[in-house]
């Protein structure tokens, strides 16, 4: 039963989101994230005329919370500086013939992971060896907060997003780190919270 009532929840999402208008989006200015460049789509909810849900996708430009000791070496090889998954719901307040248009408050989030490993090295007589020893640091950086913008619909059709927003949230770091050490540097995991901020222009194009 819990089978066939999944088999019909998922039918049920995807008939509902084969009706929905669909922006893809591209975000530029995103360096200050640890993003390369921000691709997104922004998506209607034909059971709910003034949401819309967007999820973007990003290759992060940096190892996240790289470990500063000049006896661990990255390793470039192994290591992967990851992805980040940013999904969000707007509330559209006076949205005009389109959906998309008007100023919006919504719920952000941002899930950004990333895996990097380390050569552990002794320094004898300022020559670096390899000591054999590993360290290998998963790291996850979660924000949820809050956001205001507003979306300009521009061109004949209508069909070109012009996308100007910002938004606060809390954020949370978390460092696990796996390995063995021969010269006592720490594995033990670790966290960190602190506030997050955004601010951007995205800009799209109506697929539907």
Sequence with gaps: MKKIALIISISLCLNTFSKAQFIIKATPFVILKNQVVNISGEFTIPTAPNFTFTVGLANNFVYKGELSDSLLILNNARSFKGLSIEPSLKYYWAPRKNQFEGF??????????STSFYDEMFNVNGIQTPTNGSIRQNTLVSVVGLEIGYQFLLGPRKDIAIDLFAGLGAKHSTYNRFGY?????SIESTSSNGIATRGNISVGYIIQ
């Design 181 to 185: 050490s021969l010269q006592n540097h």
């Design 104 to 113: 919006y408050t919504g719920i952000f989030s941002s899930f950004r992971y």
